[in-house]
């Protein structure tokens, strides 16, 4: 057992112990809380910590889900008490928090897009779990298989879902450098490296055009994090553009910013198709 699976477990219990005792508590408590700081705020808190730093694929995913589900009981059972069944004391505080609370909620669903970022497509074939090295200023991006950790735990020690993949230029440029398990492309805006590729999947040379949505090679295995990694050097923010995007529903976004969790796959009309280069 691994020791995300532990704390994960550790966590749920806590919050299955915990979610009792606190609704005994709210109702002693409702009819003589004058508190001005709602205490459904560290519910949030919580959640944003919990979908950035634990990693769905270094645990089982339902466990993960399960523990996600929990949380957001315990932010319902607050929120219901504040603006449900607690008296009209510090009403004005009750309002102000919960209009602090959307933009809360509006970075979770979808992030807050900067301005003029450079745009890329997602460089991985069919649907991916995405990881980045950072929280809100990543330069390393990870598409994986979203079954990378299967229930039987053997996902990784057998059959790699992430082997074999498709893997698609980003953008539109030129090859920069070809590896024995890398390749690096250019533009005037960017440079981006891709690997693990499968060695002698990639046909390309140093020199060669891109485009957009063109095929590079295959995806090779036994990387840490799995699946395909994507480096950026850019003084420009970057996003992804033409992408379904989300960690429980997924909406069309024409430019997103990527976050840790969550499921996104491109939208492109033109993967697959070769584009005419100019000779």
């Known amino acids: 057992?691994?020791?995300?699976?532990?704390?994960?477990?550790?966590?749920?219990?806590?919050?299955?112990?915990?979610?009792?005792?606190?609704l005994f508590v709210l109702k002693q408590l409702s009819e003589k809380d004058n508190r001005l700081f709602p205490a459904f705020w560290l519910w949030p808190l919580l959640l944003f910590a919990f979908e950035n730093t634990v990693p769905i694929w270094a645990t089982w995913t339902w466990l993960?889900?399960?523990?996600?589900?929990?949380i957001l009981a315990g932010l319902g059972l607050d929120f219901f008490y504040y603006y449900g069944i607690k008296t009209r004391t510090a009403r004005r505080a009750q309002w102000l928090s919960g209009l602090l609370l959307i933009p809360f909620l509006l970075f979770g669903f979808r992030g807050l897009l900067v301005r003029d970022p450079v745009l890329l497509v997602s460089p991985y074939y069919g649907k991916a779990l995405v990881w980045t090295d950072s929280m809100f200023t990543p330069d390393t991006w990870y598409f994986m298989a979203p079954e990378t950790r299967s229930g039987t735990r053997q996902a990784n020690a057998y059959d790699d879902p992430n082997y074999g993949k498709a893997v698609f230029s980003p953008l539109t440029g030129t090859v920069n450098a070809v590896r024995e398990t890398e390749i690096e492309l250019r533009n005037e805006d960017l440079t981006v490296r891709l690997g693990p590729m499968l060695a002698g999947s990639v046909k390309l040379e140093a020199g060669d055009p891109v485009h957009q949505d063109q095929p590079l090679g295959l995806l090779d295995t036994g990387a840490r994090p799995p699946?395909?990694?994507?480096?950026?050097?850019?003084?420009?923010?970057?996003?992804?553009?033409?992408?379904?995007?989300?960690?429980?529903?997924?909406?069309?976004?024409?430019?997103?910013?990527?976050?840790?969790?969550?499921?996104?796959?491109?939208?492109?009309?033109?993967?697959?198709?070769?584009?005419?280069?100019?000779?």
């Not at 806590?14 to 979610?19: Q, S, T």
């Not at 993960?64 to 929990?70: G, M, N, P, S, V």
């Open 64 to 70: 993960f889900q399960a523990t996600k589900i929990l």
């Open 1 to 22: 057992m691994r020791t995300y699976d532990i704390v994960l477990m550790l966590l749920s219990a806590g919050i299955l112990i915990f979610l009792p005792w606190r």
């Open 227 to 279: 699946g395909l990694r994507l480096e950026v050097t850019s003084e420009r923010p970057v996003a992804f553009k033409d992408v379904f995007a989300g960690r429980w529903w997924a909406g069309r976004y024409d430019a997103a910013q990527l976050k840790r969790n969550q499921y996104v796959q491109s939208d492109s009309q033109t993967r697959f198709r070769v584009s005419p280069v100019t000779q």
